[in-house]
């Protein structure tokens, strides 16, 4: 980027005559099965700033949803993959070799808090990275059972969705659903399923709802695979659990010789302050799910688990495109270069100071109820007051709306939360001037709505 931007350059209001054109064709080519935000219509990006079709400039405060960890075209990404792209562009890695593929694959395992010796599978996206786990699973314990959080958003092929339970809209007209998956409550501190304010109870009473109320009266845990949760509940409002809640989950499981798998498909790769989300509490699981930010925008997924928990035999699994070669040498670029760039790190730093600025404003403001996450991977719950709790839905809709007009894409989570999830190597001037402008629209629509 020739020049540092640290504010949105708005020349044109928001869809301009160029986007105009370009949604109208969209909803006639395109099915209509999924909800945008605000009609941005993307023209280049560069790291943090995104630029429209009509010139308007903006701070990119959602990273195409968690992807561009590194920032969009990020140089040495796109070299790594340009470079790759001479050579060959597919051959199969389910049928044949490559070192680009194994090369990758020896790096995950370094990375990955499994036990060792451990394996990868190559995936496609973050709902096949679940798929290959769900079969993992069953396949090396001979297990049927499945259990998944409700707020869970593990993707939406089928296997997939019957773990998610974000939103109904997500599984509605689709039955049935794959079987033998049973939901359970997720510790949610501020809103706690077992009605308490305290987060450690929380935790403790989710850990005994599984002991008595699952094991004890449903499923004899002898025939349960796995447990699936997200580290951090994206979807479902970047929702971060009791510190007591993963350490106690991982003894029960291991009590009873049930996996545990860890999706980072949006938590994965620094995006917290750490590798992957479920390091933050000291827990080695069984499979890690990933995809998202590994390829820098390129598609590819990732499973990574111990030797035992990756036994599919020959023939049991298999992708035409996963480990695309292209993919992966954009992914080993993305890894040096958080390592050497220490992204890991600048996140947990910037996290910090954004989680603070909020939490002075929440003494403030009456809409803000909650503010939550690790790195920057943060949650800004907006609520009607904070004594009913009652989620803000339409107040956050417009809010996003009114800075997307400014220049600002920021977009939302769960009920009524705002998502701040940007790119990791976002100019940290550029993010807490983005940060004062949410706060500053906030105040605006609270002192509207008195």
């Not at 990275?129 to 001979?142: L, M």
């Amino acid at each position: 980027m020739s020049t540092k931007i640290t504010k949105p350059r708005i020349i044109v209001e928001p869809p301009g005559p160029k986007a105009k054109e370009i949604i109208e064709k969209d909803e006639k080519y395109l099915m209509q099965s999924f909800v945008r935000w605000y009609p941005l219509v993307v023209e280049r990006a560069e790291d943090y700033v995104v630029y429209d079709v009509d010139g308007n400039a903006y701070i990119d405060l959602n990273a195409g949803i968690a992807v561009l960890n590194v920032g969009s075209t990020n140089p040495e990404v796109v070299k790594a993959a340009t470079e790759q792209l001479k050579k060959f562009t597919h051959y199969s890695l389910t049928d044949f070799y490559y070192k680009v593929a194994v090369d990758l694959a020896e790096r995950l395992v370094n990375i990955a808090p499994v036990e060792k010796p451990a394996k990868v599978f190559f995936t496609n996206s973050g709902a096949e990275s679940v798929e290959a786990a769900i079969k993992a699973a069953r396949y090396s314990t001979g297990r049927q059972y499945l259990i998944a959080f409700l707020g869970a958003f593990h993707g939406r092929t089928m296997g997939a969705v019957s773990l998610t339970a974000s939103k109904p809209v997500q599984r509605k007209g689709f039955a049935p659903l794959v079987p033998s998956i049973i939901h359970v409550p997720y510790p949610y501190p501020y809103r706690c399923p077992f009605g308490t304010d305290d987060p450690e109870e929380c935790g403790e009473r989710t850990i005994g709802y599984i002991e008595e109320w699952i094991f004890g009266k449903l499923v004899d845990p002898s025939e349960v695979a796995a447990v699936i949760a997200e580290p951090i509940q994206g979807e479902g409002g970047y929702i971060v659990p009791p510190d007591n809640f993963f350490p106690k989950l991982a003894s029960l499981l291991r009590k009873h010789g049930i996996l545990l798998i860890s999706d980072e498909v949006q938590a994965g790769f620094c995006r917290t302050g750490k590798w992957f989300a479920i390091q933050h509490w000291g827990v080695n699981p069984d499979i890690i799910t990933t995809a998202k930010a590994i390829a820098g925008g390129l598609p590819l997924g990732a499973v990574i688990g111990t030797d035992k928990a990756m036994s599919i035999g020959p023939g049991g699994h298999a992708s035409t495109f996963g480990g695309n070669p292209v993919s992966a040498a954009a992914a080993l670029a993305v890894i040096d270069f958080m390592e050497r760039n220490r992204l890991c790190e600048r996140a947990a730093r910037l996290g910090e100071k954004v989680i603070k600025r909020f939490k002075e404003a929440m003494n403030e403001l009456e809409m803000i109820g909650d503010v939550r996450g690790k790195g920057l991977m943060i949650g800004v719950e907006l609520v009607k007051n904070k004594k009913t709790k009652e989620p803000a839905k339409k107040e956050l809709a417009e809010i996003l709306m009114r800075l997307f007009k400014k220049g600002y894409l920021v977009i939302g989570a769960g009920v009524s939360s705002i998502r701040i999830s940007p790119p990791l190597t976002i100019d940290e001037e550029a993010l807490m001037n983005a940060v004062e402008a949410i706060i500053d629209e906030i105040r605006r629509i609270e002192k509207e709505s008195i």
